[in-house]
């Protein structure tokens, strides 16, 4: 279908793309990869009469590793792949951008724009949630933050009002002792996540000494298993105790249904997902 006529500007410089986002207000949409926004306008599932396009702003594109890693919102999934200081620092970034859809949308798909959308089977924001995500948006106000754990609101909703533009995201390094998997049951025709997981360790004289656990693709956001991470706490980095830990995992989420999985596979799903991709941090453990 062809999407109902819209201005297009793309403006160069972020107070630009501001002074448009006041200026059309709710009329208004900004365009990144357009690999989510695009096909809702041509199914008319989104008509915005204005489309202000992010990909002349180079503030918003690359890619800072120090302390902590700084990603640009415009910073597309294959520059991400590409970077191998990033990768180096966050070796469970590249291997869960791997399987993201294919490369023509690794090319064009940004992670900004992933996270902004806050498509409930998307990857990247378990991945996010386990990382210590935090966003820095730009609004009328000036400069916030916000903690990845406090940013995905619903199902297609973020913490992001109308007139605001997600500028950056910073994720912790995976460091010493340390180690991060993402694992996902993926629908085998778009590669979204009927089920997701991400899980992170911190395992010090092989006790969990920190943990993070993210579930996607389950409910109408991604959200972080707090029941989970409180069962691991101090116990041992054992199969036993992951087992354990992921019994039930989904019992107090809230689960979707649909003509891809059913309610009572996916809360399965959950419970293997959880289990496996702590299995799988375990094994990416550093060394210190
Ligand atoms: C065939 C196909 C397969 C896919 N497979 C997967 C997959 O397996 N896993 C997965 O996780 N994803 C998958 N995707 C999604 C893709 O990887 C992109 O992440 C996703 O489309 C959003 O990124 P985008 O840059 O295209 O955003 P856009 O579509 O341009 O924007 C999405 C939304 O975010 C808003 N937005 C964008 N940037 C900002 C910003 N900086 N500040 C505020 N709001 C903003 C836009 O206004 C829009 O509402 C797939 C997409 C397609 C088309």
């Known amino acids: 279908m062809i999407p109902s006529p819209f201005a297009f500007y793309a403006p160069a410089r972020l107070d630009e793309a501001l002074d448009l986002l006041q200026q059309y207000g709710d009329e208004a949409k900004l365009l990144a990869g357009g690999h ?8 008319r599932l989104a008509t915005p009469a204005v489309l202000i396009d992010l990909h002349k702003i180079p503030d918003l594109v690359g890619i800072t590793v120090d302390e902590r890693v700084t990603i640009g919102s ?17 070796p469970v970034l ?16 940004t992670l900004g724009g992933a996270l902004a959308h806050a498509d409930p089977a998307a990857d ?30 619903d199902l297609l909703t973020t913490a992001l009002a109308p007139d605001e533009i997600l ?23 778009s590669r979204y996540a009927l089920v997701g997981v991400a899980a992170f360790l911190r395992v010090e004289a092989g006790q969990i000494t920190a ?7 389950a409910g109408v956001r991604a959200e ?25 995992a989904a019992d107090t989420l ?17 419970e293997v997902y959880t289990r496996r991709a702590l299995e799988a941090a375990a094994a990416n453990l550093r060394a210190s």
């Open 254 to 270: 809230e689960i979707l249904g649909d003509l891809h999985a059913s309610e009572a596979y996916r809360r399965a799903m959950v």
């Open 224 to 248: 972080r298993l707090t029941i989970v991470e409180a069962r691991l706490l101090h116990q041992p980095a054992q199969a036993e105790v992951f087992a354990a830990a992921a019994q039930g």
């Open 124 to 153: 990247a924001p378990a991945l996010v949630l386990v990382l210590n995500g935090t966003l820095t948006i730009y609004g009328p106000a000036g400069i916030r933050t916000v903690a990845a754990k406090d940013f995905f609101v």
């Open 74 to 90: 415009m910073t597309t999934w294959s520059a991400l792949e590409a970077d191998a200081t990033l990768c180096a620092a966050v």
């Open 94 to 109: 590249a291997a869960t951008i791997r399987l993201i859809g294919d490369r023509q949308v690794r090319n064009r798909g």
């Open 211 to 217: 943990c993070r656990v993210a579930v996607t693709g």
């Open 167 to 189: 500028t950056a995201i910073t994720l912790d390094r995976v460091g010493p002792d340390e180690g991060a998997a993402y694992l996902k049951f993926a629908h085998p025709a």
């Open 36 to 43: 989510s926004l695009l096909p809702t306008m041509k199914l």
